[in-house]
């Protein structure tokens, strides 16, 4: 009887499982990671100079890196979030294809960086710096939204979880905001090379507080 009033609520309400949104948004996080290798170019070379083309194109292959280990962070965060889920509703579906959106632009800043770096430009360094802190800021925007949503949606969770442990994450994204904003400043009028460190700082920041959602639910426990 509980089952059948909890499924007819659903139907008012717009809810329903969250298999398919996890389902689309695993898929989209995998093509974005197969993107991210044709960014790196295959080498124009003369006869001869193949590898020393090939060590001309560093900037290429620490920006895949360090893009790599961004986006399966980026994935780490979504998934422990839906592990908390029971199921979603309209209005989330909405705000995770912002997530999605703004992850599936990563490739595109990634290599403008990793070109910029290898024609050794300065101007053209500072620009991509720019575009990349944009895109990135805007990445850590996307989940301010999310965590504020869940932290008002408590039907939307499993049983037992509290809200609450998504209100506390909302913090880290705002930290990306602000650190993401500030690179940008830096490598325009500092140096572009600032500015990659803090990139590098922030996946690391990420990586560090990926399971934060879950860390919270079993310390609640």
Request: net charge positive; glycine share 8%; charged share 15%.
């Amino acid at each position: 009887m509980e089952e059948r009033k909890k499924s007819v609520n659903n139907q008012t309400n717009g809810a329903s499982k969250t298999a398919r949104i996890e389902a689309m948004s695993d898929g989209t996080f995998a093509i974005i990671i197969t993107l991210l290798v044709l960014e790196i170019h295959r080498p124009v070379a003369a006869e001869g100079s193949l590898g020393q083309q090939l060590l001309k194109s560093w900037p290429s292959y620490l920006a895949y890196g360090v893009a790599f280990i961004y986006v399966g962070v980026i994935w780490l965060n979504h998934h422990y979030v839906f592990v908390h889920l029971e199921e979603t509703d309209l209005k989330l579906n909405w705000i995770n294809l912002g997530v999605l959106g703004m992850a599936a632009l990563i490739p595109f800043p990634t290599g403008v960086l990793a070109d910029a770096f290898t024609s050794g430009n300065l101007e053209d360094q500072k620009a991509a710096i720019v575009l990349y802190a944009l895109i990135g800021g805007m990445m850590s925007l996307t989940w301010v939204p999310l965590y504020s949503y869940l932290s008002k949606k408590a039907d939307l969770l499993k049983t037992g979880m509290a809200t609450g442990i998504f209100k506390a994450q909302v913090r880290k994204p705002l930290t990306g905001i602000f650190l993401y904003f500030f690179s940008g400043i830096l490598g325009w009028f500092v140096h572009p090379v600032i500015a990659v460190l803090i990139f590098i700082f922030m996946v690391s920041y990420y990586a560090r507080t990926s399971q934060g959602v879950r860390l919270h639910h079993k310390t609640a426990k």
